[in-house]
């Protein structure tokens, strides 16, 4: 049975950093790309980053460009989000997915506020 479980989100000031990981299991994780996601309330979800299996390629929503970073670690068999330099705007449900399957994480709540 796959699963992704996000952890790591919070409350953190503007200008703070959060790193957001998402564990996998039953499939096998180093085989697929993994996506970020975000959903704000009243918006409809959005990619953030995209990486691919061997972690060699990497993408970004231009809105999170230069401050977010994703990586992966396939022995831990996670994928990260750190996530510097937030803005009020990132407040949003982070989720992870696997790439071209339909399976999501629960989701990790973000707020970015003072």
């Known amino acids: 049975q796959v699963q992704l479980v996000e952890s790591g989100g919070g409350l953190v000031q503007p200008g703070g950093s959060l790193r957001l990981s998402c564990a996998a299991s039953?499939?096998?994780?180093?085989?697929?790309?993994m996506r970020w996601y975000r959903q704000a309330p009243g918006k409809e979800r959005e990619l953030v980053a995209g990486i691919s299996d061997a972690g060699g390629s990497r993408i970004y929503a231009d809105s999170v460009k230069g401050r977010f970073t994703i990586s992966r670690d396939n022995v831990k068999n996670t994928v990260y989000l750190q996530m510097d330099r937030l803005k009020p705007e990132d407040t949003a449900v982070y989720y992870c997915?696997?790439?071209?399957?339909?399976?999501w994480g629960q989701g990790t709540q973000v707020t970015v506020s003072s």
């Open positions: 039953g499939f096998t994780f180093s085989s697929y790309a």
């Open positions: 997915k696997v790439f071209a399957r339909d399976y």
